[in-house]
């Protein structure tokens, strides 16, 4: 059921962001940074209107405070108190596995100073395999603030709080943004409310508290994540801890993974799996620590909030508690692990990733059929070469980084998003190839029936290969815990265990060659080839469609944007290829084909891997602009939104100015980003105080002067530095 709930959500999201896109590119041309006609609304985006229909919201937001009148400089507590419907949640700071982190920021007047939020201990939800960290019921999400010196008795100050959540129960709701404020009048001493102080107080000693009773300690091992637990001197510690479990702050561990307590003469040890994508530079493991029952044998303190260092070695006093990785297991042991790895590897070849190379390659036996026994089990000897090496390259180079303290796993590359760019334009071309938009020539993949045999014989190989390189993001069946286990191998034992899950992946085009009754059970050649080619084609777009899914994640979205222009031009390159280079053309049209094709791809490929000037962007809010002016310090605000084409040129053409940049670094300007993607009603009323309807609108504020200078909708670099400089920008046509 969780698993249904949250994938509806993320089609849901989905759906509204690409129909809201579609909708407001409309109007992105024609109603851009226009003010509005006489007698319209504020509300010309379209889609905001839809966004902000009525529904259900399942949560209600208060923002209460201790006292019912605050004092110049006298700190007091106030909280977001949020209560939720009976059988839905929402969600912690890490939401675990699925879901969306609950969000709160504080939007208060010059010279307030809110503390850090305090977030009560969260629960665990397990459905279908999937950890989620939730709220239920009533919760309160407290701040202590600190009002100015300078307040006047007999003022008011307005405090007000943005919370960024999402419900979810049997279904979830779209995330959502709710605005909660108070009006509390200033006095000379602080008025305290005894209902809400004792509600507050309760909330404050039901948090996690400090681990004043252990020494804690953190560090890496392998794959896994370690905290020490030695209890001081007269602690007073409860004799037996049960149900101990760690919250990650940081979202380091895996949530659903078992974590093992072991109990040693010092202190407790609690395991725990990390992640294959923690930083090696992470510093610290932060979160909150939990226990059913308590910590200590007299009282009740159940969670403690803790942020210990994170180091690469263990403790004196916890050395050898958990077997380190490179231990030598018994012979029973490591066949066990080598069966799992064959079998892990046999089902590789029917997971996506993998299955478009095993058709491709039936096929070819398929077309070798008749042809010399020896040169078919040449090629079935050759392919399972190709896989064997290329397997041994990458855990050589795993092996190599991890013993220089490099927390990698399997699939460690495609951590590197050149490589996962490189890996998703070579698909592409692959697949339009299959598709029949050029032809490759059999010696691409060993296909051609008609080449020779070094070239046929170079062709399996490198199948072998590509079969390893696209196996790396499947984890199949059985293969996770061969891989678990291979990794804490000594060197001779770990190469012997990739090498058996290598077997597995080549066994069934090894069988087919070595066994020529098996291959004559395959189909005999025929028209339906050309089909079958042409359907293998799709999976392969699929892997596309997984490794441009994957670089988003790990790329700036100025870059993402060039790739996805760029593949379009490879796109092209293979088109023109097809399209000029064909046998039957003339001579000189084939060699126009050919250079044609491969400027074309040389220009995608550069496009794609061409750097980018990565700016560093705030998140624009009323608050942040008052403190940039409060501190004298220039500022540039951006309101724009990835579905507006003008706002991409404006980017364009400004920032990489090099004129712009040097006076952006030495003014100390500082970027911020109102960004309109999403419907977001604070940005939207923001627009209409300057009479706008739409994106591009940008705004300079330059000290000693407390309005900013308004840009027009069309940039140029020295537009953006006369501002800069303090000089009003002359106003666009319509404008």
């Not at 405070?65 to 108190?81: D, L, T, Y």
């Not at 700071?93 to 201990?121: D, F, H, M, Q, R």
């Not at 089909?531 to 699929?542: C, E, H, N, R, S």
């Amino acid at each position: 059921m969780n698993f249904y709930r949250h994938t509806l959500a993320a089609f849901r999201r989905g759906f509204h962001s690409a129909a809201l896109a579609g909708i407001s590119a409309l109007f992105c041309t024609s109603a851009l940074g226009q003010p509005s006609p006489p007698g319209a609304t504020n509300s010309a985006l379209p889609g905001v209107a839809a966004y902000a229909a009525p529904k259900p919201t399942r949560a209600q937001f208060v923002l209460i405070s201790e006292v019912s009148a605050c004092a110049p400089g006298q700190p007091f507590w106030i909280a977001v108190r949020v209560k939720i419907d009976p059988d839905w949640h929402i969600y912690w700071i890490n939401y675990g596995e699925a879901g969306e982190a609950t969000k709160l920021a504080w939007e208060l007047s010059p010279g307030w100073k809110p503390g850090p939020v305090l977030w009560p201990t969260p629960q665990r939800q397990l459905t279908a395999g999937l950890m989620d960290y939730i709220y239920e019921g009533t919760v309160l999400l407290i701040t202590q603030v600190t009002p100015p010196s300078d307040l006047k008795p007999g003022d008011s100050a307005i405090l007000k709080a943005k919370i960024h959540w999402m419900a979810c129960a049997d279904v979830c709701l779209l995330p959502t943004d709710t605005e909660v404020s108070l009006d509390l009048p200033v006095a000379t001493a602080p008025q305290f409310n005894p209902e809400a102080k004792s509600l507050l107080d309760q909330a404050r000693a039901a948090l996690p508290q400090p681990p004043a009773m252990f020494d804690v300690t953190a560090w890496r091992q392998g794959d896994k994540l370690l905290l020490g637990l030695e209890p001081k001197p007269g602690a007073g510690v409860a004799a037996e801890l049960k149900d101990v479990y760690f919250f990650s702050a940081d979202g380091l561990t895996q949530p659903a993974a078992q974590q093992i307590l072991h109990h040693t003469n010092r202190g407790w040890v609690l395991e725990m799996s990390r992640l294959a994508s923690v930083p090696v530079e992470a510093k610290s493991l932060s979160g909150v620590l939990t226990v059913n029952g308590s910590w200590v044998s007299s009282g009740n303190i159940s969670a403690l909030a803790i942020s210990p260092t994170l180091a690469s070695e263990p403790p004196t006093q916890f050395a050898g508690v958990v077997q380190t990785p490179g231990a030598a297991v018994e012979l029973g042991s490591l066949l066990g692990i080598l069966a799992l790895g064959f079998l892990g590897g046999l089902i590789l070849n029917v997971m996506p990733c993998v299955f478009p190379v095993l058709g491709i390659k039936v096929l070819g036996f398929v077309k070798q059929a008749g042809a010399e026994r020896q040169r078919v089990v040449l090629h079935g000897l050759t392919f399972t070469g190709g896989v064997i090496v290329s397997m041994w390259a990458l855990v050589g180079v795993l092996l190599a980084l991890r013993a220089g303290g490099a927390q990698l796993g399997w699939g460690f590359q495609l951590q590197e998003p050149k490589f996962v760019l490189g890996l998703a334009i070579f698909f592409l071309l692959f697949a339009l190839s299959l598709s029949g938009v050029f032809e490759i020539g059999g010696s691409f993949i060993g296909l051609g029936s008609e080449l020779t045999a070094r070239k046929g014989i170079a062709g399996s190989f490198f199948q072998g290969v590509l079969a390893v390189v696209v196996a790396t993001p499947c984890t199949a069946p059985l293969l996770a815990p061969a891989l678990g286990a291979a990794f804490a191998l000594p060197t001779w034992q770990a190469f012997l265990a990739f090498t058996c899950i290598a077997l597995g992946l080549a066994s069934p085009y090894l069988a087919l060659s070595l066994f020529p009754g098996l291959a004559q059970k395959l189909p005999r050649p025929g028209a339906w080839m050309e089909t079958f080619k042409q359907f293998m084609a799709f999976p392969l777009y699929a892997t596309v469609g997984f490794l441009i899914f994957t670089l988003n994640g790990q790329i700036s979205a100025e870059w993402f944007l060039n790739v996805l222009f760029a593949l379009v031009l490879v796109a092209m390159a293979a088109w023109f290829y097809g399209r000029y280079a064909v046998p039957a053309a003339s001579p000189a049209r084939r060699r126009a084909g050919k250079i044609g094709g491969l400027l074309l791809l040389m220009a995608g490929t550069a496009w794609a891997y061409w750097p980018v000037q990565e700016m560093n962007w705030e998140p624009w809010s009323t608050a942040r602009v008052a403190e940039l002016q409060k501190e004298g310090r220039p500022a540039y605000v951006d309101f724009t939104a990835r579905w507006c084409t003008n706002c991409w040129v404006n980017e364009q053409i400004v920032f990489h100015s090099a004129d712009v940049l040097k006076a952006i670094e030495e003014k100390h300007v500082a970027l911020l980003r109102a960004d309109l993607t999403k419907p977001d009603p604070v940005i939207t009323a923001e627009l209409a105080r300057f009479g706008r309807v739409g994106v591009p609108f940008n705004l300079v504020y330059v000290p000693g002067r407390d309005d900013p200078i308004v840009l027009p909708t069309a940039l140029t670099p020295g537009i953006v530095l006369d501002a800069l400089n303090g000089k009003s920008a002359p106003p666009a046509t319509g404008q």
